[in-house]
């Protein structure tokens, strides 16, 4: 199988001082002019638009994003500011607006981002008062339901969902878990209603579970998954089968001028995958490489 990389190297100078605020929503053109800031996240008092979130474009033509915490949901002070939220930008204007707030006692708090099904409504997962609760949201109604997915515990130790739901090539939802002190991380699988949860053993149990970011569904079927740390300690991809949960193939692309530590991948339509890395790449003398664009060419059929 071939594979090739493009890199397109970014470079950082300084960093943080203080408190750096939670975000900003912003626009660019695609070829990186017209840099514009949408938004500035927590920017009202304690939190109330919320704290920012990945943004998932509907089929209404705007974008929806899920924020973990803030909003105006009370039941989660005084350790956080608000319980999270669900958001809309409007593309053609660039307004935002906070659709819905969380509560952690009533439907759940401090979701782990929005999934798109095909009807254009929502699913996630939220933190509740006895477990985790899986939601489904439709936009522009405004309805909002959530039923209790209850996640086993081994041995005592719980176990939690560990990031956002991807649909599977059968239409159930998936996600990675882990297990409280314990090393590693594996796939798991729920239907759209909540039920038939089915943990699948776990595919990595190197030190830190390999720290994978997001599962993606490749057009050749099965999930591809970015882990910012893997066998290397600079990341890699792996290949995992949405039947068992194992792995098929890892990937070692990273390291030097390709950048290290990667981040979520997306698949174009023809096929390549992109993404970024936090650390590494190609900078000017006297100047810190601060991340990497990349690009992925691992023989997948165009989408």
């Not at 956002?164 to 939802?173: A, E, I, Q, S």
Request: net charge negative.
């Amino acid at each position: 199988m071939a594979k090739s990389m493009v890199r397109l190297s970014l470079a950082g100078v300084g960093g943080c001082n203080g408190y750096c605020g939670s975000g900003v929503l912003y626009r660019v053109n695609t070829n990186g002019s017209g840099f514009q800031v949408l938004h500035k996240f927590c920017s009202l008092a304690n939190c109330a638009d919320g704290g920012g979130g990945a943004l998932v474009p509907d089929t209404d033509g705007n974008l929806y994003g899920a924020s973990f915490t803030g909003g105006t949901g009370t039941s989660c002070a005084p350790y956080y500011q608000g319980c999270g939220t669900i958001f809309r930008v409007t593309p053609s204007t660039g307004a935002y607006e906070g659709v819905f707030n969380f509560n952690f006692t009533t439907v759940g708090a401090f979701p782990l981002g929005l999934t798109l099904a095909s009807d254009g409504t929502f699913y996630g997962l939220a933190s509740g008062t006895n477990g985790q609760e899986l939601f489904h949201f439709t936009p522009g109604r405004g309805i909002f339901h959530s039923v209790r997915v209850n996640f086993p515990s081994f041995n005592g130790l719980p176990s939690h969902p560990a990031g956002p739901l991807v649909f599977g090539p059968n239409g159930n939802l998936y996600g990675l878990y882990v297990i409280y002190a314990h090393q590693g991380e594996g796939l798991f699988e729920v239907h759209p209603d909540g039920s038939n949860l089915n943990l699948f053993p776990f595919y990595t149990t190197t030190p830190g579970g390999g720290s994978p970011d997001g599962l993606l569904l490749a057009s050749d079927g099965n999930f591809w998954v970015a882990e910012s740390n893997g066998k290397t300690g600079y990341g890699d991809i792996v290949t995992l089968s949405p039947l068992n949960g194992t792995v098929i193939q890892t990937l070692t692309p990273f390291g030097g001028s390709a950048g290290v530590y990667p981040a979520e991948i997306i698949q174009a339509k023809d096929g390549t995958l992109w993404g970024t890395t936090s650390l590494g790449g190609q900078a000017p003398a006297n100047h810190f490489a601060d991340g990497t664009v990349v690009n992925l060419n691992a023989g997948l059929p165009p989408r």
